[in-house]
């Protein structure tokens, strides 16, 4: 039942969980156009649990809400959700996670807004590649074509630990490296955790890296962290001297994925090396105006959002792999945070 | 060996041991059918750890059991009462939570069938509860919350569940440690309608009197060792008391010729804040004196002096030590004007099963074992610990070991120890001899005289007659929650205690 | 005799009473959730109440019923069991990875058609297989259940990962999902199931010799060996119920969802225990039923409903569950205080 | 007299089986950390067992210690405390916010210079603050600690992003850094605060009557209560310790990550009574040492610190873990058995 009386938009916000950093802010951006917009924002987090998303939907389909903006817990459920959304003729943007391509075909009322999780994993092989390029003799076993990689990962089965990963490990082969793990291992994004890998780690492998690889910043941090305190730095006795000129004072290039104001403010310090910035407002931005103008114009077909145009021709990254729906995927950018650029990042 | 179709049990060379504890040593115990056979024995004699031998708690070490001259050898309790043994425990083992007819059929219920489902047919679980009951003149309902009876109405239960097993053995062990005398008199007739039956019935006692009117046979165990059968009517009290502690013992209570001082503790107008509980008494006790707390079972006494010592909330009431009026709101209130507590319920409010002896001893005195910084003065407390356990006798192979790990009276006397050593001025104990054997009481009976010749003051509740009447310099009388009188020694007798507990309104 | 007769009038007295306060008791819980629904009613003008409201609800609740049921029993049995919500994610990725349909290029037995059956047969199968080790390592192992059921909690999670590569398991067979996600009528599968179980369950406690072996465990294991029943036995069969209601409650949680990844179920023990405990199961075990698992399991639904429904921030969300919780099971406990 | 010498004969035999018994028993957990040393030593030819590693095992487990420490406590006197990874990320966070360099933009209260004491102060404050509500809830609530505390688990989950507003808390200054990072010639801060701490309780457990009156509780709490000891108090008094515990492992927690965010902390409780209990603390109550809460948090230490050195698949990783949590309580249990 729409509620009588109120000539009110309202747009129905199912976020995946506002514990991580990306979605709280992704959900931060949602209210504030909402509140300028004066849209009826409903709001809900479902804590990682898409069966709690799937209930959210319901209670809000319940309450009359048709239009959606959904950061999804995963992609294999988004049709269904489509599916729900669909049978009261509403409609809905997807950002972050990528809806699949059954999800997109429901009907012209679904969209992507996103840059997909894989994204962040791509750009950190191009950091590093440039990185490698300019420092062939920061490769540890003097081979410069393989790299010996830690990787710290994310809650293992998590999609954003899943695609980022993957896509490093594929950036850096497709550069044309052999990657070589030295050591990997879940610290469930959680900073303390990755310290105490790291820790353990530099007993067993000092010397025999030349780079920590982490799924998001928080760990990079907990890394950085363990670097410092066991002085694998450029110089023991000055943990502050960037001795070689490689832009970190580590002795190996630590990169993270979000540009969290503490990671880029590690990174003024030379700690941190890089990391990539989601685009938190660019995303929610881009999925709000969508389901906005479904809302008010009842269809956003072919429109731009937040400058983005859709797509016009297929790319090789899921969903934008099928021409039918190739007209609802917008691209928001990802970008690399750098030692160059860290500074139109700091807040 | 040949089996003799004489006994319908014979347990044979029973041995059994514990970390340190050869708790059975070589017994053999015959039981004819249809007969009372009597277990007697001092405190760790071995007659608990034998009955659960039997009753497949415990697994023997050595040894046979024959029951109806078939060999048996029970693995669970489950086993022993399908071939016809039954059990009352020395502990209570009731569920407080269910109901009283799902206490007594217990893993036995009556079943219907309803298809190929079995249900419990409840309606006739009531009705054969309610016959049971009024067989065995009990007053109260099947439904009942176990619970919410009093510590001598569910073991009426016990004793109810143990008789409806239609079991050709019942072993009793400790029956009638909290029953009042009419009552003990109910189970007599039912064991005596049991024997006739052509039951066997084991039946475990430290109560002399009881043994006399009730066995056929009596043997006597001491050190975990079988002393000897004899036959009830070759028998006397002094003979048997011989049998037990291995010596002669002429006087059952020793004299208690103190003479009461001034009033130390007077309580006046105590009336507690449950509704149907004790009102208005008001008791003073001397210094020196011993008074006795009588009453019939569910009189209140346990209420009354729970409230002096701080563990229950009155309504109305002023208590005053030496004339001084204070008031107690806790037990540790209590201890600090120098009272004492020896509970009932020596399992649920007594002992700190897996703690050492020289802990559950010493736990309320510690205040008083300290060295200058604070500090815990661990000598001490293992000297004074000890020297009352031994005093004693408390039976254990080490005072580091557990509690738990000893018999039902050691650990009573462990309690007992562990309230002397707070040196109290006044010391309240809640049938301080339940389960304790002849000797240990009498050794207990001593200390309480020692006390009181020292100038303290002793309160004792006691729901035997004997020991109210031996030990007591007045008895102070309970019924329903009123104190209906208060007996000087010379008419402290069985009759004028009976009048009293009984007088209703 | 004068006893007898006062007796008598005693029990009469406390008969009465008990029963009033036996009533007021069982109610509770009761209470509770009719407050909450209530104040749910008054705060959002009735507009929360519909039917598809309730029907939401059942549907929400339905996996966590399941779960809260199994460890209730537990519970009840003075157990407890933290691996729920990893076994229930184990056997929702088991389950769903046979249910996967074969022409899907992505599944773990691409191109093999499993009967529908199948899943439902293996996921219970291994729920039950972990309730079994539960209760064998808590019963003839002599672990307590908090750090045995730890223990597995943390295999269960490892195998749950090994078994999906960490990936997801999705594109299942609709007949499949139809198992949770159809309806009769106004009436979803889901809720006709978790009816039945209550009253199957209901039945077993109430009315059979299993449940009454059940309450005297809980309520003093001593005395329920000694009236002769297998104590351990019993215990490894209340743990394998457990698991296998656990079983039914991830094959669910796979159909509904139409897929499984290792983060299904996680945290699921926290829920299902706090329901069974607002329902009125006693941690100190012999107390509850299941009529008070199934309130309690509604009574925790109802708050994240509301909560949802009115848009409460989840960084509060999570600030008035804690309340309210708390709360409930104080009331609930008043009741057994003097038991303390 | 017969009886006498037969029974001080008796007691003599006795006394030697009960001491290597007892010596034994004691040593379970011990034994179980040696085993474990060794192998690990064996399977990585002596590498991992450097002073390196020893310090750097050290410093990853003192922050846990401190929470295995007040959760040991808390479990002697028969509670359980769940809130223990909410409450230490609380802490941390709250800590964290007040150490931030005053010139970082970010810093939750920008251009304010706090003395670096205030966040230890108000950290620990915080911690013991919780403490104190899970006592007052067990204690005088009479809620089942389960409940309780995760009620109050629930309630600081949410504090913490209500306050951080789910961002991360760093940049924080070098000095309050120093407090977990710095160290004493080989010797790091943190273990010193870990054994100072452990000598402290030590000395409370055994050599006071408040040890004595947890013990007590612990075993029996009725007859604690006959026996003078204010019972509730004394829950409320190990809460509020477990409490302060939890706080100086938070301030550390932040101090040697130098950030804290709502991550920081989660699931810590499960490893901390995981280590209480691997350490011989029963779950029964009034059992087990403060010597065997450190043991007991050095061995799964060591667990986690060889499968990391020696890079096992972190798949295989929980299964290892969940298997040696339950073959060491096993083994620990042995000893507890005729007791259940
Ligand atoms: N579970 C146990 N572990 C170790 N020792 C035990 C155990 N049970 C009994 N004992 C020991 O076995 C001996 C016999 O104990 P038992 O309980 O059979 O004595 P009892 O004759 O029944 O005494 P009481 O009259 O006091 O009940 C005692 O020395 C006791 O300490
Ligand atoms: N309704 C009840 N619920 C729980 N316990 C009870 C109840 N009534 C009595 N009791 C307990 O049973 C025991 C016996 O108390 P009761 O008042 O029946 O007898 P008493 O004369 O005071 O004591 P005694 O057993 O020493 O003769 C006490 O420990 C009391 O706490
Ligand atoms: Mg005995
Ligand atoms: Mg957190």
Redo the contacts with the bound molecule.
């Keep these: 039942q729409q509620e009588a009386g109120s000539e009110k938009v309202t747009i129905g916000a199912l976020i995946r969980n506002t514990d991580e950093q990306f979605v709280a802010d992704y959900a931060e951006n949602l209210k504030k156009l909402a509140a300028e917009r004066g849209v009826d924002l409903k709001l809900l987090d479902s804590r990682s649990d898409q069966a709690m998303q799937l209930d959210q939907l319901n209670v809000l389909l319940t309450q009359g809400v048709k239009h959606f903006v959904i950061v999804p817990n995963v992609t294999e459920a988004t049709e269904d959700m489509a599916k729900k959304i669909d049978a009261v003729g509403g409609g809905a943007a997807f950002s972050n996670i990528q809806p699949s391509v059954e999800a997109l075909k429901v009907s012209p009322n679904f969209y992507l807004a996103s840059s997909p999780e894989s994204v962040a994993g791509q750009i950190q092989a191009q950091i590093l590649d440039e990185y490698f390029q300019a420092h062939p003799e920061k490769m540890a076993n003097g081979d410069p074509n393989a790299i010996d990689a830690i990787f710290l990962y994310g809650q293992l089965g998590h999609p954003a630990q899943v695609f980022r990963s993957e896509a490093a490990v594929k950036g850096l082969k497709d550069a044309g490296y052999t990657v070589n793990i030295v050591a990997e291992d879940t610290a469930n994004w959680k900073p303390d955790e990755a310290q105490a890998k790291m820790d353990t780690w530099l007993a067993a492998y000092s010397g025999k890296f030349d780079v920590v690889i982490a799924n998001n910043d928080g760990m990079a941090l907990g890394a950085v962290e363990s670097l410092l305190t066991n002085k694998y730095t450029d110089d023991p006795s000055d943990p502050t001297k960037d001795v070689d000129g490689d832009g970190t004072v580590l002795r190996v290039p630590v990169i993270g994925v979000d540009a969290t104001g503490v990671a880029v403010k590690s990174m003024s310090e030379k700690k941190l090396f890089a990391t990539v910035l989601q685009d938190a407002v660019g995303q929610s931005t881009t999925a709000f105006e969508l389901a906005y103008m479904m809302a008010t114009e009842g269809s956003a077909t072919g429109k731009d959002a937040w400058g983005i145009s859709p797509l016009t021709e297929v790319t090789g990254e899921s969903p934008a792999t099928d021409a039918a729906i190739v007209g609802q995927c917008y691209l928001v950018p990802f970008a690399a945070v750098t030692m160059d650029n860290y500074k139109e990042f700091m807040q | 060996m040949a089996q003799d179709q004489n006994y319908i049990l014979e347990m044979c060379n029973i041995t059994k041991k514990f970390p340190g504890v050869l708790a059975l040593d070589d017994v053999t115990l015959r039981v004819r059918p249809g007969t009372v056979h009597s277990l007697m024995g001092e405190n760790g004699a071995g007659k608990s750890t034998m009955m659960k031998c039997l009753f497949g708690i415990y697994q023997e070490d050595g040894g046979e059991i024959f029951v109806n001259g078939k060999k048996e050898n029970f693995s669970s309790a489950k086993h022993a009462l399908e071939t016809g043994v039954s059990m009352i425990h020395q502990e209570l083992s009731i569920v407080p939570e269910r109901s009283v007819m799902e206490n007594i059929w217990l893993g036995r219920e009556p079943g219907k069938k309803l298809g190929p489902v079995q249900f419990v047919d409840h309606k006739k679980m009531f009705k054969d509860t309610e016959t049971l009951l009024k067989n065995l003149e009990m007053e109260f309902s099947p439904n009942d919350r176990m619970?919410?009876?009093?510590?001598?109405h569910q073991q009426a239960c016990e004793i109810a569940k143990a008789v409806s097993c239609d079991a050709s053995i019942v072993v009793m062990d400790e029956p009638t440690s909290?029953l009042?005398e009419t009552e003990v008199n109910h189970l007599f007739k039912i064991i005596n309608s049991l024997r006739d039956k052509g039951v066997a019935i084991i039946y475990i006692s430290h109560k002399m009197s009881e043994i006399f009117q009730i066995s056929d046979d009596v043997s006597v165990m001491r050190d975990g060792k079988l002393i000897a059968t004899k036959k009830a009517s070759e028998l006397d009290e002094d003979k048997l008391i011989k049998l037990m502690v291995g010596r002669d013992m002429t006087n059952r209570f020793p004299p208690v010729d103190s003479i009461p001082a001034e009033v130390c503790l007077s309580a006046k107008n105590y009336t507690s804040d449950v509704e149907r509980?004790f009102k208005d008494i008001s008791l003073d006790l001397r210094k020196g004196e011993i008074l006795g707390l009588g009453?019939?079972?569910?009189?209140?006494?346990?209420?009354?002096v729970?409230s002096i010592f701080g563990l229950r909330k009155i309504k109305t009431g002023t208590l005053s030590i030496n004339g001084k009026e204070i008031r107690i709101k806790s037990p540790e209130d209590a201890i600090n004007a120098g009272i004492g507590l020896i509970t009932?319920?020596r399992r649920g409010s007594g002992i700190f099963p897996l703690l050492s002896i020289i802990d559950n001893t010493s736990i309320p005195s510690l205040k008083g074992c300290r060295k200058k910084v604070g500090f815990l003065d661990h000598k001490k407390i293992f000297n004074t610990a000890t020297g009352i356990n031994k005093k004693l006798r408390t039976k254990t192979p080490t005072f580091h070991t557990p509690i738990q790990n000893l018999s039902g009276g050691n650990q009573q006397k462990v309690i007992v120890s562990r309230w002397l050593m707070t040196l109290p001025e006044i010391l309240i104990m809640?049938?301080p001899t339940r389960g304790i054997d002849v000797g240990a009481k009498y050794e207990i009976y001593t200390i309480m005289s020692e006390l009181v010749n020292a100038g303290k003051a002793i309160i004792m509740?006691s729901?035997e007659m004997p020991e109210l009447i031996g030990m007591s310099h007045r008895v102070a009388v309970?019924c329903n929650g009123n104190l209906t009188g208060v007996l000087e020694k010379n008419d402290i007798n069985s009759e004028n205690i009976m009048r009293l507990a009984t007088q209703f309104e | 005799m004068d006893t007898k007769i006062s007796a008598v009038a005693d029990k009469k007295g406390i008969v009465t009473l008990k029963t009033i306060q036996h009533t007021l008791g069982k109610h509770t819980n009761l209470v509770t959730l009719v407050v909450l629904i209530v104040a749910l009613g008054i705060m959002t003008g009735g507009r929360a109440l519909q039917i598809s409201s309730l029907q939401n609800l059942m549907v929400a609740e339905a996996v966590r019923a399941f779960a809260a049921l199994g460890v209730g029993l537990i519970i009840i049995n003075r157990g407890i069991d933290l691996s729920i919500g990893q076994v229930v994610g184990l056997v929702a990725c088991v389950s769903a990875s046979l249910a996967q349909t074969s022409d899907y290029a992505g599944a773990l037995y691409p191109g093999t058609v499993f009967p529908v059956f199948l899943p439902i047969i293996v996921g219970i199968a291994v729920g039950t297989l972990f309730g079994i080790i539960n209760g064998l390592l808590v019963a003839y192992g002599n672990l307590p259940p908090f750090i045995a059921t730890l223990g597995t909690m943390s295999i269960a999670a490892g195998l749950q990962l090994i078994y999906t590569r960490a990936s997801t398991i999705g594109s299942l067979k609709n007949e499949y999902k139809h198992i949770a996600q159809g309806s009769l009528g106004p009436l979803p599968y889901l809720m006709i199931y978790v009816l039945a179980a209550v009253l199957i369950l209901w039945i077993m406690m109430t009315q059979t010799r299993q449940g009454k072996a059940f309450y005297a465990i809980g309520g003093n294991p001593q005395a329920a060996r000694v009236s002769g029943i297998n104590v351990k036995l019993n215990l490894l069969k209340v743990y394998a119920l457990g698991g296998f209601l656990y079983g039914i409650s991830g094959v669910l949680l796979s159909s509904r969802l139409g897929l499984a990844n290792p983060l299904t179920g996680d945290g699921m023990e926290l829920d299902a225990i706090a329901a069974a405990t607002v329902g009125g199961i006693s941690h100190s075990g012999g107390i509850g039923t299941i009529g008070g698992i199934f309130i309690g399991v509604f009574t925790l639904g109802i708050i994240t409903f509301g909560m949802t429904y009115m848009g409460v921030d989840s960084y509060y969300q999570l600030l008035v569950k804690g309340m309210i919780i708390i709360v409930a099971v104080y009331f609930d406990m008043k009741r057994h205080a003097k038991r303390a």
């Design positions: 619970g919410s009876l009093s510590i001598s909290s009042t509980s009453g019939l079972v569910g009189a209140q006494r346990t209420e009354f729970e009932e319920d809640d049938e509740v729901s309970l």
